[in-house]
């Protein structure tokens, strides 16, 4: 299975402040119909999780523009520009290249 | 509006069997993968399993393998979980979900809580 890594697992914040958060994978993500497939997820406390931003960079309908998605091959990245008190949770990466899916241990954000 | 409602949550004794239900709305089922995806007590997020549109094609994590059986009905737009020979480390919030790659198309259930307990 593809092992998947975040940093850092523990992300305090300020509000107003950008928030950045790495996702690496043990192998490249590119699938053989040249896309990479990689998500990430938002899980608020008490709630399932979210879909945020899919394939890397494309952000879901509904979600607010200062979530991006960037990377590749092995290097991926959620970033927020500037931190809301709604952002509050807990950000997972997923790959879906290689079978089966496998998610990163999450990433707690919370505000200082 | 998309929506998944897990059922069949419940405390169960170490080595007995349960079965979850997961009802969909809103959306063109049987054009879905479906999945099922744990999360432990304050823990992260485990894939369990999944079964392909027409319920032709099934996969499990190795931690499953063998105990749980992933099934659904297209015509009661519903994706089964059973779950034999459970243990102590089963004890989790069981999502259901499409865990897709596509737009439009990510839709998660709120969870059915398993507790394997004697």
């Known amino acids: 299975d593809v092992v998947m890594t975040q940093s850092p697992l523990s992300l305090p914040v300020t509000l107003g402040q950008p928030a950045s958060i790495s996702c690496r994978s043990g192998q490249g993500l590119v699938y053989k119909d040249g896309n990479t497939y990689l998500n990430w997820y938002q899980q608020r406390p008490g709630q399932s999780p979210r879909r945020l931003i899919y394939?890397?960079?494309s952000r879901d309908s509904g979600v607010p523009d200062r979530f991006s998605g960037s990377g590749s091959g092995t290097d991926f990245t959620l970033k927020i520009s500037r931190v809301e008190a709604e952002d509050v949770g807990i950000y997972y990466c997923m790959q879906a290249t290689h079978w089966p899916p496998t998610f990163g241990p999450g990433t707690k954000v919370d505000i200082k | 509006q998309a929506q998944l409602v897990e059922s069949g949550g419940s405390v169960v004794q170490p080595g007995r069997s349960l079965r979850l239900s997961c009802t969909a709305s809103?959306?063109?089922?049987?054009?879905?993968?479906m999945h099922w995806v744990r999360q432990a007590p304050v823990k992260g997020l485990e894939w369990v399993a999944v079964?392909?549109?027409?319920?032709?094609?099934?996969y499990y994590a190795d931690s499953v393998k063998g105990r749980f059986v992933i099934s659904r009905d297209n015509s009661k737009n519903t994706v089964y979980l059973e779950m034999n020979s459970l243990r102590r480390d089963d004890t989790a919030l069981y999502y259901c979900a499409t865990v897709s790659t596509t737009p439009f198309s990510d839709y998660w259930g709120q969870g059915a809580l398993v507790t394997v307990s004697s």
């Open positions: 394939k890397v960079s």
């Open positions: 079964i392909s549109f027409d319920g032709r094609n099934k």
């Open positions: 809103g959306f063109n089922f049987s054009s879905y993968g």
